[in-house]
């Protein structure tokens, strides 16, 4: 069975860092075709991809964002850790880790994502 | 940035009808080397994250019931409930992973009538 489980810090202030972990279970992510995604969400809006770091070590940040924003994994640990620097209270949201879906009976990457974590609030404020 | 345009942003269902939602790319997302389209949904109810519906536009995910079918190609994808049932209250969400960043439409929500 597959878990994550986002954590960090629920008030921070503006120009500070923040830095998120996914802790997760039931895969690894030296496995083949494996991906962990962040996903944030402000409050009654829509979902904002912000990174997804995979396997191979491969990453991927929303260009948007890509000067503020370092995905690492620790595959030891089984966690997915996500810094964004320079944080403003626009930055305040949910923020989701999932996994990316493996390949169905096609053989293809599929970069959606079928299990996510609860999600970790932040808010940004001083 | 592939922009994700959905429509409408809410719509009310009769329990036992059809609900249909549409979102339109601002490029094409189908692959020609493989002649997939590169689109999910996902349903959210209130308080939970989401939850994949469909992927590749079309297939459905594991466990989820037949009443969900996405269609479409290209530019333009279809989120069909086929008869609404209680639990399905939500937003919905579709979503291209074509390219980076990966985008997502701004929702539609679900009620009953």
């Known amino acids: 069975q597959i878990t994550l489980k986002e954590s960090g810090p629920t008030l921070v202030k503006p120009t500070q860092t923040l830095t998120l972990t996914c802790t997760f279970s039931?895969?690894?992510?030296?496995?083949?075709?494996?991906?962990v995604g962040w996903i944030r969400q402000p409050t009654g809006k829509a979902l904002e991809w912000l990174a997804v770091?995979?396997?191979?070590?491969?990453?991927r940040c929303s260009p948007s964002l890509k000067s503020r924003l370092t995905i690492t994994k620790d595959t030891s640990k089984n966690q997915v850790v996500l810094t964004m620097t320079n944080m403003d209270p626009v930055d305040t949201a949910t923020y989701y880790c999932?996994?990316?879906?493996?390949?169905?009976?096609?053989?293809?990457?599929?970069?959606?994502?079928?299990?996510w974590g609860q999600g970790t609030m932040v808010t940004v404020s001083s | 940035d592939i922009v994700m345009t959905q429509s409408p942003d809410s719509l009310a269902v009769s329990l036992g009808e059809r609900a249909t939602i549409n979102c339109k790319s601002s490029?094409?997302?189908?692959?020609?080397?493989?002649?997939?389209?590169?689109v999910a949904w996902y349903q959210q109810k209130r308080g939970q994250p989401p939850k994949l519906l469909i992927y590749w536009a079309s297939t459905r995910e594991s466990g989820v019931p037949d009443r969900f079918s996405g269609s479409g190609s290209g530019t333009d994808f279809t989120l069909t409930i086929s008869s609404l049932q209680a639990e399905d209250v939500a937003v919905y969400y579709c979503q291209q992973y074509y390219d980076t960043p990966q985008t997502f439409g701004q929702g539609t929500k679900v009620e009953i009538k």
């Open positions: 999932a996994h990316r879906r493996l390949p169905d009976s096609s053989g293809y990457y599929v970069d959606a994502f079928d299990i």
């Open positions: 490029q094409s997302v189908l692959n020609s080397s493989n002649n997939k389209n590169y």
């Open positions: 770091i995979y396997w191979n070590d491969d990453k």
């Open positions: 039931g895969f690894s992510l030296s496995t083949d075709g494996v991906g």
